[in-house]
C-alpha cells in the first residue's frame, strides 16, 4: 500500500479531516468555513484594539518621562547654582508654551520658597504641564545654604 493511501479506493485519506461518504467528496462545509471566519474576524478585531490602546500608552509614557526630565532639569541647575544664586525672595519663575527649547508643548513653573521649612533652606517645586495645562508633574528638592 501506498503512504498516505488507505484502503478506500485508492483516495488519499488525510488525518483530521472529515470525509464524506454519500458522493464520495470530502473538505468543509459553507456554514463551518462561515463559522471560522467569524471567529477570526472578532480575534483580529479584539487585537487591533489592543494596539490602538497599547499606542496610546506609549505616546502616554513619553510625554510624562519627557515632563519629568524637564523638571529634573531645572531641578539640576539650580542645584548647580546653589543657595546664594537662587532668588533671595519668594518666587515664582514660568516659562509658558513655547518657550523651552526643543519642547514646544511644555510649560514649565519652578516656585522657589526662601527660609521655607527652616531658615537657610529654599525650598523647589518645579511643575511641568503639557495637553494645555491638563496633565503635569511635580518634582521638588531643598537647596541649604
Request: hydrophobic share 40%; charged share 15%.
Amino acid at each position: 500500500m501506498q503512504a498516505g493511501l488507505c484502503r478506500n479506493k485508492g483516495k488519499a485519506h488525510f488525518p483530521g479531516r472529515r470525509m464524506r461518504t454519500g458522493s464520495g467528496e470530502s473538505g468543509f462545509s459553507l456554514v463551518e468555513i462561515l463559522i471560522a471566519m467569524t471567529i477570526l474576524s472578532i480575534g483580529l478585531l479584539g487585537m487591533a484594539a489592543l494596539t490602538v490602546g497599547i499606542i496610546q500608552g506609549n505616546e502616554q509614557s513619553q510625554e510624562v518621562t519627557t515632563a519629568s526630565t524637564l523638571a529634573a532639569d531645572r531641578l539640576e541647575d539650580a542645584a548647580r547654582q546653589g543657595y546664594t544664586g537662587l532668588p533671595t525672595t519668594n518666587t515664582v519663575q514660568t516659562e509658558n508654551y513655547g518657550s523651552i527649547a526643543g519642547f514646544p508643548n511644555y510649560k514649565r513653573e519652578t516656585t522657589i520658597t526662601v527660609d521655607s521649612p527652616i531658615v537657610n533652606v529654599k525650598t523647589l517645586v518645579v511643575r511641568v504641564f503639557w495637553n494645555n495645562n491638563a496633565r503635569s508633574v511635580s518634582m521638588n528638592t531643598m537647596i541649604t545654604r
